[in-house]
């Protein structure tokens, strides 16, 4: 992928954290959490809890508009205890968007690449992301015409892998 500048060794990518969580809100807009747990001992401790609003970095539905170009993508799954299975789509025709290059995750960079592609015959189609857990993704966005819209989908069920569908 030429992930760094041949000259200086720097990388050359924008790097982008996303931090991944699942939330509730009350009618007011505020964040809300169940103040009644299941666990005598800890009456005010939900220990799973699933909300039903996905946010990233404290956002819910962010935008965030990209330049022809790699990025570099930190993805932190800061859910309690849901699950994401993450793919890129063109909402106007379901086109799969590009490949995210995973690079590393919690044990460091990796020995090779791995390539997560929506096209027909690809092995890995999704990056699976369990609570906790880290990514470092690169997505190369050069290809696209300008003013394309991407969105980045979640199909994971919750709990994960046979609970309920996503809504």
Request: charge should be negative; proline fraction near 10%; aromatic fraction near 10%.
């Amino acid at each position: 992928l030429g992930l760094s500048d041949a000259t200086t060794g720097a990388l050359t990518e924008p790097t982008i954290p996303l931090i991944v969580q699942d939330r509730m809100f009350d009618t007011a807009g505020q964040l809300f959490f169940p103040n009644v747990g299941i666990n005598p001992e800890h009456p005010f401790w939900v220990p799973e809890f699933v909300g039903d609003v996905i946010v990233v970095n404290g956002k819910a539905w962010p935008k965030f508009t990209v330049e022809p170009k790699r990025y570099r993508f930190l993805f932190l799954n800061g859910s309690n205890a849901r699950s994401y299975e993450l793919f890129l789509l063109d909402p106007s025709n379901d086109a799969p968007g590009p490949s995210l290059w995973v690079i590393g995750n919690d044990q460091g960079y990796l020995d090779d690449t791995v390539e997560i592609s929506r096209e027909a015959k690809a092995p890995n189609n999704k990056l699976i992301i369990m609570p906790g857990e880290r990514y470092e993704v690169i997505v190369d966005f050069s290809s696209l015409a300008p003013g394309t819209t991407l969105e980045m989908r979640n199909t994971a069920r919750t709990p994960y892998p046979k609970g309920d569908p996503v809504e």
